[in-house]
């Protein structure tokens, strides 16, 4: 099943994905997956035995507002390429290998596909990063990995844009990404449910999904989601290590290789080609079996300076 949010005549609502057409849920997706398996069944049972909505006549948003959103890095193609842009290292970390790191990002960021993206503020280095995103539909604890494929609900396009420039000035500081990676994620255009994307899975267990990226029509990046280094089912477990994850949260896999991003071809070539976004730019990114997500920049707002700090005494009481 697919699982949309929905912008229609001034309402928003979730719907059931069918063909051409959406069908109204009544309500929240984000709700019906907290509840349960019984809860979503019935609902989208329901929801299909009434008419439905043209798609085009819709405007998609992101098909939930999630709790937390946690970012992996899980392509070593993307690594190599783009660490070299980023921090000015060559290589991959051995510690990138020992287990699969992640950052939070910001939740209120996550917007759906045709959204607008603003250039950050102070930012003149846009990029885009085509990744996939779990779901989490169940909550769960120090998960085994086979535990954990119980508790994916479905899978999305994620798109986390990233003002490298800001990026690579903060994490000097050894901390972060915080506002290279704040302004926009997008997320869609739907969820597609885990069970949907089964026939896909490969014999070591990974989603052998087609993935690409176009600029203004043009091709950038393509690969497959099956060169992660860990399964989703691995990062789920992971994340779940010492804490929980919980119905709604969202686990991106990290940025594919062979062009997933900009950052990685720069690393590569040693030069900003293809060229920084701009305003104007659209964006369009596929993955076999999910969809099509499209997002436009546009002109952001000016930055609004915060003083350097200031040099201080360090008296004590």
């Not at 507002?65 to 000015?88: I, L, M, N, T, Y």
């Not at 070539?269 to 076999?288: A, F, H, I, Y």
Request: hydrophobic fraction near 40%; charge should be negative.
């Amino acid at each position: 099943m697919r699982y949309a949010t929905c912008e229609h005549r001034g309402r928003t609502w979730s719907g059931v994905v069918s063909g051409d057409a959406v069908h109204p849920l009544g309500t929240p997706l984000l709700r019906l997956i907290q509840e349960g398996g019984e809860a979503l069944r019935r609902h989208t049972e329901e929801a299909l035995a009434a008419p439905g909505i043209p798609l085009a006549d819709v405007r998609l948003l992101a098909p939930i507002e999630p709790p937390a959103v946690r970012d992996f890095v899980a392509f070593e193609e993307h690594v190599e390429g783009v660490r070299r842009s980023v921090d000015g290292v060559s290589g991959v970390p051995d510690q990138w290998y020992a287990a699969p790191t992640f950052y939070f990002t910001n939740p209120y960021a996550v917007i759906g596909t045709g959204a607008d993206v603003p250039v950050p503020p102070g930012s003149e280095v846009l990029d885009f990063e085509l990744e996939v995103a779990v779901i989490i539909g169940a909550e769960g604890r120090d998960l085994t990995p086979e535990e954990a494929r119980d508790h994916i609900f479905g899978y999305a396009i994620f798109n986390d844009w990233s003002a490298r420039d800001l990026q690579s000035a903060e994490m000097k500081v050894g901390l972060g990404p915080c506002k290279g990676k704040d302004t926009a994620t997008t997320l869609g255009p739907w969820i597609v449910t885990a069970d949907e994307l089964e026939p896909y899975r490969d014999a070591d267990g990974f989603l052998r999904l087609g993935m690409s990226v176009e600029v203004n029509g043009t091709e950038v990046g393509r690969d497959l989601l099956s060169n992660m280094g860990w399964p989703f089912e691995e990062l789920v477990a992971y994340a779940s290590r010492g804490t929980a994850v919980r119905p709604g949260d969202v686990l991106g896999s990290g940025t594919c290789g062979n062009g997933g991003c900009l950052a990685e071809l720069w690393g590569l070539s040693g030069k900003q080609d293809p060229p920084p976004l701009r305003p104007g730019d659209v964006v369009t990114m596929t993955v076999e079996g999910i969809g099509t997500i499209a997002n436009t920049v546009v002109e952001g707002v000016p930055v609004r300076p915060v003083p350097a700090a200031r040099p201080r005494p360090r008296t004590r009481p």
